[in-house]
């Protein structure tokens, strides 16, 4: 790989609006996993088997999704690079995804609003979020080749990524309040509505404001194909990385503490009334 100009400094406000896609992904990620159980057994009425279910299947398939995207876009090249075409791609898509998420049919029978549960959680957390998150991530390692600075663009996602958290726990009830109970469905679409915006927002600044500089070159190649790194290899550089570790770890902070938050709603209202 190679710096396209031989540039490797990142503009300050590249690496601030870079934190950007980490915001919006909290918007949808943070709420499905601290909001969607409730939404789903105390709003839409589902059964907590049913529930259960549909989380279980999503989280195997995330799995399959994952690697089959990370694949799409190692293969995709473009004049504006291999990652920053699939944010600009995924904004609508995003913002539809988090709002139907949230929605559900009022005409629908019950078992039908299950199957529609199933498919809009499967379709945004395991498809469209994970189609715009692999391209995100990968973005740290075309924007710049300078360690230092991947560790601050690494930085940026993981303040922002705590933030949106943090954001999300405190306001959603207090946004789907504004526009009327806990209990109805609307309330809950309406306030997606606003995270869809706010998220496309955030995604349209981040895709403006980027530029993948690492570009592949001859270099790269052997024998007309890419030079593969054996795979221990790869797992030792990541666990010497300490930007990597340090991430790592807030990620799985951050998932622990979403967990615990989706617990939340249930004791204020059923102990704490």
Not at 71 to 100: E, F, Q
Not at 195 to 202: G, P
Not at 236 to 247: G, H
């Amino acid at each position: 790989m190679t710096e396209n100009n031989n540039v490797s400094s990142v503009p300050i406000g590249e690496k601030i609006t870079y934190g950007f896609g980490n915001l919006a992904a909290n918007l949808m990620i943070t709420t499905a996993n601290g909001f969607i159980t409730y939404f789903y057994t105390d709003v839409v009425g589902l059964t907590i088997s049913v529930v259960g279910s549909i989380l279980l299947f999503a989280r195997v398939f995330d799995g399959i999704t994952d690697i089959l995207m990370g694949a799409v876009v190692d293969r995709t090249s473009t004049a504006k690079g291999k990652a920053r075409p699939w944010i600009k791609r995924m904004i609508l898509p995003y913002a539809l995804a988090l709002i139907l998420l949230f929605t559900s049919p009022s005409f629908l029978p019950q078992e039908m609003k299950a199957v529609y549960a199933f498919a809009t959680y499967v379709i945004s957390l395991a498809g469209v979020y994970t189609m715009t998150m692999v391209p995100y991530n990968t973005m740290l390692g075309t924007t710049t080749s300078d360690s230092k600075e991947r560790g601050f663009l690494s930085t940026s996602r993981t303040i922002f990524g705590f933030l949106g958290a943090f954001l999300v726990n405190g306001i959603v009830l207090k946004v789907v309040g504004m526009f009327g109970n806990v209990t109805e469905a609307s309330s809950w679409t309406k306030m997606a509505a606003v995270f869809a915006l706010v998220s496309a927002v955030l995604l349209t600044i981040l895709y403006k404001n980027s530029k993948e500089r690492v570009l592949e070159t001859n270099e790269d190649y052997v024998d007309g194909q890419v030079e593969k790194v054996p795979v221990m290899d790869n797992v030792k550089a990541l666990f010497k990385n300490k930007y990597w570790i340090i991430m790592i770890t807030t990620m799985l902070i951050g998932f622990i503490s979403a967990g615990l938050g989706g617990i939340n709603i249930y004791y204020a209202q059923y102990i704490l009334g």
